[in-house]
């Protein structure tokens, strides 16, 4: 029992740590973003060329080598850990083959920078088309530092370091941070100095661009020391015969698959949204008293809208799904229906808790983000605002497919989740296809719509095969508390749409739209109000799943304990037993467990569904909930039972 609590505080120390990491993260990378759109402009030609050759490192990696490292390396590195001498033999050999292998993919692709731009971009000018270049001669070399992050990460994870690989993006988010306060202190912001291609230079590639490449390489280096710190002795080593990646690969096939289909849609659509930015270049060059292209949106503003709605996902639905995981993992190896349906019902409500409340709540402060995040140009903000306003409704259609694409994975369903992303790949091919012959104007609008229209399909598409394979969802309880969760956000809402009425957002002489600081003002003087609102309507409405969003943080605190929180929560959980038709016992206490919300890591290689091209540390986040392998067997070798480091098939061991 001392070992059970030893182990959880453990975990929930682990939990904790990466936790604020990853928000210290979040907030750091939100900073970089408006740091750029200050020094650059958010509606800049120069910004969507650079955001366009800066996102590719991580796009690539991901579409060539990213699936492969979640399917195929990381679960070996992860049951290697297992083994007597901590899998040092065995590590050393995958990162010496991960190395070579990213190392050569990036000296492939970046040689080819020319050709790579010419393909992920459409329409750009010599000029514009010379600048992306050299971006991606200075970006691409990312790529061999993502794919060793990567690694460093899972060796770590293997062995129980969860911390280093969490805080190393902070650094990372600094040092381009640094940079960019930098160039704005030497040449000023774009308000004051406008950037443009006729008067970019060398230095200035240097603090943006060079900054943002040293980050991602310090955030790489820092891995080495913990690493070392665990004493394996890794070195590099050959002979890669008998260790069953050949199998891993195979059984990760649907997988890799649906990481290819995934990113070579998003590619395509990335290709389209950097035609405004041309367009917008090229009526500047022929008539720049012209105020009309000003009004064209670019990729930039994409990007920036991608994150603001991606934020309540990334902290609220990301963390709730890798705990729930394991917990369906559990439930469906023991044929356990009930207890998948439990946890994906828990998950959904809960979850939605968040995310509703967003949805609307982005909505309608959509003014005032869109004026703060837009470096105070007005005619910038209107364009963020616009994007935001259309992407912010889908935001708890995009979590809850996350939700339910883990049950696919935890019944190592990989096959599934492709058909779905065959699905949306194909929507977006016909969508982006149609889109880039419209004005330019509305091309940024059009994409963002499609993206809704995914996500909604894409629960509608989940929600159809998983009652193939679980029965009912528990639909009309996820309903019902959706609709009550639904009208406290629609009151916030309508009271936070009326504040900023009434702070001049619908008038471009508003007080929202006069400065950053105006802006700045507005989000805290309304956003606060609607939080308090919302919640006081949810507790009218009797919505009790904010208690179980809440009560992990209120544990930690020492202010309350992971049990039922009402007789009335019991009530509803023997109800949901009977609904269920399994033993209400058996039931009602696996609904309790999971309210405990225990803080684990998944061992889920699902790639999240992606709409920004920002590099996302939580991608490699890894452990396993699976037994370890039993002395002196190596992963993918079972036909060798002697001591590591003598396999037949290893010719220099």
Request: charge should be positive; proline fraction near 6%.
């Amino acid at each position: 029992m001392m070992a059970a609590k030893t182990g959880g505080a453990s975990e929930a120390r682990s939990s904790a740590i990466m936790a604020v990491g990853t928000l210290l993260s979040r907030v750091l990378g939100f900073l970089r973003q408006l740091m750029l759109v200050y020094a650059l402009g958010l509606g800049s030609t120069v910004t969507d060329t650079f955001v366009n050759a800066n996102n590719l490192p991580n796009l690539i990696f991901l579409l060539v080598a990213g699936g492969v490292f979640n399917t195929v390396l990381v679960p070996q590195i992860i049951k290697a850990s297992g083994a007597p001498d901590r899998g040092a033999d065995y590590i050393s050999r995958l990162l010496t083959l991960g190395v070579m292998v990213t190392f050569g993919l990036t000296a492939l692709v970046t040689i080819a920078a020319p050709v790579v731009m010419q393909l992920t971009t459409s329409g750009y000018s010599g000029n514009q088309l010379a600048l992306a270049t050299v971006f991606a001669y200075w970006c691409l070399p990312q790529i061999f530092f993502y794919g060793l992050y990567a690694l460093l990460t899972q060796v770590l994870n293997a062995h129980g370091a969860f911390g280093p690989a969490m805080w190393a993006p902070l650094v990372n988010n600094i040092v381009a941070i640094a940079g960019l306060g930098m160039f704005i202190w030497i040449f000023g912001t774009n308000n004051t100095h406008q950037h443009t291609l006729d008067n970019w230079g060398t230095p200035q590639t240097l603090l943006v661009a060079g900054a943002s490449t040293i980050g991602v390489v310090i955030q790489t280096a820092m891995l080495f020391v913990p690493v070392g710190r665990l004493g394996l002795g890794l070195r590099p080593k050959f002979g890669w015969r008998g260790v069953g990646l050949g199998a891993a690969a195979r059984i990760g096939a649907w997988t890799l698959a649906t990481t290819a289909v995934g990113q070579l849609t998003f590619l395509y659509l990335m290709r389209v949204a950097s035609m405004p930015g041309a367009v917008r270049e090229h009526l500047r060059e022929a008539n720049p008293d012209d105020p009309t292209w000003q009004f064209i949106p670019g990729n930039t503003v994409l990007e920036m809208a991608s994150q603001l709605y991606l934020l309540p996902h990334s902290i609220i639905a990301l963390s709730l799904a890798t705990v729930l995981f394991n917990r369906m993992t559990q439930a469906s190896q023991s044929g356990n229906r009930q207890g998948v349906r439990i946890a994906l019902s828990s998950g959904l409500r809960t979850m939605a808790v968040a995310t509703v409340f967003s949805a609307l709540a982005l909505f309608a402060l959509a003014a005032p983000l869109g004026m703060f995040f837009s470096g105070g140009r007005p005619s910038d903000g209107v364009m963020l605002a616009q994007t935001l306003s259309i992407l912010a409704l889908s935001t708890p259609f995009l979590s809850a497919n996350f939700m339910m694409s883990r049950v696919f994975y935890s019944y190592e369903d990989a096959k599934t989740p492709f058909k779905i992303q065959l699905w949306l790949g194909l929507l977006n091919v016909v969508g982006a296809t149609v889109i880039q012959f419209l004005p330019a104007r509305y091309i940024i609008f059009s994409i963002a719509i499609l993206y809704t229209v995914g996500n909604v399909l894409s629960v509608v598409l989940s929600g159809a095969y998983l009652r193939r394979l679980i029965g009912h969802l528990d639909g009309a309880t996820v309903a019902r508390s959706y609709i009550r969760m639904g009208y406290a956000a629609l009151g916030s809402a309508i009271a936070g749409g009326l504040a900023v009425w009434l702070m001049g957002g619908l008038s471009p002489s508003g007080f929202i739209w006069s400065s950053t600081l105006a802006a700045l003002v507005g989000i805290v003087v309304i956003g606060i109000p609607m939080l308090i609102v919302y919640l006081v309507l949810l507790r009218l409405f009797g919505v009790t799943e904010l208690r179980d969003l809440l009560r992990p943080i209120l544990s930690r605190l020492g202010r309350g304990e992971a049990a039922p929180s009402s007789a009335a929560e019991a009530t509803h959980d023997a109800g949901a037993a009977a609904t269920y038709g399994g033993e209400p016992t058996e039931v009602i206490e696996a609904a309790y467990a999971l309210r405990e919300i225990a803080p684990t890591i998944s061992d889920d290689t699902g790639i999240i569904p992606r709409i920004s091209g920002q590099f996302d540390p939580n991608l490699y986040r890894a452990r396993p909930a699976t037994p370890t392998p039993g002395p002196g067997t190596l992963p993918g070798r079972r036909t060798y039972q002697g001591p590591p480091g003598r396999n037949p098939h290893f010719r220099d061991a």
